[in-house]
């Protein structure tokens, strides 16, 4: 009797995370129709990659040529730097299902804050689109472009439908914050040192953005920006709907 009561429960667990997952791979295909339709204002980008240039020499900050001038004089370090790049998303996508079928409650949170994340990076491509170091400031060598072993040329083909524009905030550096967020909301009960750890990987990705010529310095502090005010919201938006309930 008890046994047939917990099946359909369980049933409906798997039905529930089935529909997560779907909604997961929906909402990644929209995101990235949005992204690449923001992606076409050259003259605007460009002129806020300068404007990006001007505030970081002002600032100390301007460290992306000669940092890029130091990985392109490597021989190694420049093709472990590329497949970084273009691979980060295997273990945020390894994480994300990781904690939807493993950890359901910490879900919920995590989606909530990958939404507010989404959506105020998509406002932020559309008013302030940016052109990359490596289109934008001379003597950049496109890292990527040169070690890519699936085309390196893409990242240079402004007429292809990707989003060569959005440079501010590093959504390399951003969605890899968001995957250490999620395993540190995971982990950080029962194993608070590894959960210290995983803010590793978002610092290695911006070892890795800023000189392979993709993001500028300020681009990773408005990705660090980002997941703060996106969690910041995520948590208000719970309040909020908990006091309603309660109401």
Known sequence: MGAARLRPAAGNTRRRTMQEL????????LFSWLHNLAGTDTARATANAHAVQTIERALGLDVELSANQWLAGLRVLPQV????YRLYYLPLA???VWVLFRHAAAYRRVRLVLIF???????????LPM??????????VDIVARYDVIGGAASRDLSNGQNHFSAFPSLHVGWSALCAYAAWLVLRG???RVATLVWLFPLAMTAVVIPTGNHYVLDVVG?????????ATAAGWERYRSARARR
């Open 22 to 29: 779907v909604g997961l791979v929906v909402g990644v295909a």
């Open 223 to 231: 990705s660090a920006v980002l997941l703060v005010a996106s969690v």
């Open 117 to 127: 994340m989404a959506a105020l990076a998509l406002i932020v491509f559309w008013l």
């Open 190 to 192: 029962a194993h608070p």
């Open 94 to 96: 390894g994480v994300l």
């Open 131 to 140: 052109s990359p170091p490596r289109l934008a400031l001379p003597g950049i």
């Open 81 to 84: 730097a590329t497949w970084f």
